[in-house]
């Protein structure tokens, strides 16, 4: 079956970095996204990784090893505001999205 | 710059009603697909469209119904509300289907059934 892995919950300290690790197994890939998600909102974009290596976008950067089956995405000098939950999600042979449970994010003053 | 609208936003049905979440986009995309988000679990598809006319089952589609007569709208539909169906909805869309494009959610609709 087809299975993107993430942590639960993660915490960190306003400016400190945090990395969030994403596992997957699935039916073909063609790309690997992450989302954010604040509390009662709609998930946003934030990267989008389909070769193996890094992506930076300011305070953020995502990782991709595809051998391995596994991506991270990288937040710098946190912020409040970044506390959310953060969702990883693959698109599989069919161009079809399966997506992680998310890991939220807890940033402590 | 709507995006992807989406209403309502909270509803409240009792067991056996039925409803229709409705879904729109202004951008043109020819992919378009229903969520449902619950607590520990990640989003998943209920159906999705291809393009106006074609609609298909995506991973938990019992108790819901879609179409797409235009590229423009994509309601879905509860036929029999039954409390497994309590949860977060999410239309979303996408430019094409057969792409790694990022995908657009709409706000998102709270659906409790009593």
């Known amino acids: 079956g087809q299975n993107i892995d993430q942590p639960t919950e993660m915490t960190a300290t306003e400016g400190a970095i945090v990395q969030i690790n994403c596992t997957y197994q699935?039916?073909?890939?063609?790309?690997l996204f992450w989302y954010q998600q604040h509390a009662g909102e709609a998930p946003t974009f934030l990267s989008y990784?389909?070769l193996d290596g890094l992506e930076e976008k300011g305070r953020f950067s995502s990782f991709l090893s595809r051998s391995k089956g596994y991506s991270y995405l990288l937040l710098k000098e946190l912020q409040m505001k970044d506390s959310a939950s953060y969702l990883c999600a693959v698109s599989d042979s069919n161009y079809q999205l399966i997506w992680g449970a998310g890991t939220k994010l807890i940033i402590k003053p | 710059n709507a995006g992807v609208t989406q209403t309502p936003k909270f509803q409240v049905l009792k067991t056996g009603q039925s409803m229709t979440l409705q879904c729109a986009q202004d951008?043109?995309?020819?992919?378009m697909s229903w969520y449902r988000q619950d607590p520990g679990m990640g989003l998943r598809l209920i159906h999705y469209s291809v393009g106006a006319g074609i609609t298909d089952q995506g991973e938990v589609p019992n108790g819901y119904n879609v179409s797409r007569s235009t590229t423009e709208d994509f309601p879905l539909r509860l036929l029999s509300a039954a409390p497994s169906q309590t949860s977060v909805y999410f239309c979303?869309?996408?430019?094409?289907?057969?792409?790694?494009?990022?995908?657009?959610f709409g706000e998102g609709s709270w659906l409790t059934v009593v």
């Open positions: 990784n389909v």
């Open positions: 951008m043109n995309h020819e992919y």
């Open positions: 699935t039916s073909g890939f063609n790309g």
């Open positions: 979303a869309s996408k430019g094409q289907p057969d792409s790694g494009n990022t995908i657009y």
